[in-house]
């Protein structure tokens, strides 16, 4: 008989992802929507069509319809990938984000313990959570939030990851993943921003791309690779945390220099702070806008995942290189097409 999944989340990167992969498994997969959701990927328009994956419209602030898409899939696993998950809105929106991504948890788990005891949960933490924490960060590391969004995360991961299960023995896992990427990563998140933003500059339909802190670091692996590791969490005998890293961390100006070098555009940087500009061609093509900074900056985040690596057998496929050409070639098809 198939195992169910239900996901949270669906439409998003990482959801889009996961179903896919959970296909291939042999699962029955099912997708809590949200009405409001805007830009859902067209691959699970397209598995909806071909009625792979089942759509249960709702979201994670109304009880009646969390209990109704676990009345409806009854599933086996669940994977709670919603969440606003924008840090930088985060600071704009602080009730919206701990509603979501606080509550919204426990509005779920709370329900699916009282259809399903035996569920076993995986919940999308971050290493956000990290903050200031020097790097390396493990799952032995201590957390420093900075945001409301990894504030909420942290009390979510506290209060019914760990809270559940060590006093309810409820099987739920947290993955504590560092930043993934993809082309089906949002447009207002600075990898996608600068891929695509690039490609329209290569194209003369943009002339100028601004952007925040360029020396923030951070650890950015390939999404596709990262939700593997989220089954593999739940098909173990016991449950517990991974934090699922790459291992090496790169600057955003780093991000920068690769897109360009894929799009044979190379970047000259002069000056420093918020002075500094890139220029290629003798133009400014990348200006540095304060606007972007957050009001409590995250500079360096590196993972350490060796327990992913032994318990799970985890390890991500894709290098930061190929990810960054892989993301710059489909947004040049993508302005391509739409010039």
Partial sequence: MAKRALITGITGQDGSYLAEFLLT?????????RRSST????????????????LINGDLRDIAAIERALTAAQPDEIYNLAAQSDVGISFRCPEETWEINYHG?????IAATEINPDVRIYQASTSEMFGSTPPPQNEDSPFAPVSPYAKAKLKAHQNYVMGYRERHNLFICSGILFNHESPRRGKHFVTRKITYSLAKIKLGLQSCLELGNLDAKRDWGFAGDYVEAMWLMLQQPKAGDFVIATGESYSVRDFLD???????????WEGEGLDCVGRCSGKVIVRVNPEYYRPSEVNYLLGDSRKARITLGWKPKVCFSDLVKMMVEYDLKLVQAKK
């Fill in 25 to 33: 498994k042999g699962y029955e997969v099912y997708g809590l929507l």
């Fill in 39 to 54: 830009d859902p990927m067209l691959r699970i328009e397209d598995l909806v069509l071909a009625k792979r994956i089942k």
């Fill in 105 to 109: 948890l426990g509005r779920l788990v």
């Fill in 258 to 268: 690769g897109a360009a070098y894929y799009l044979n555009m190379r970047i000259e």
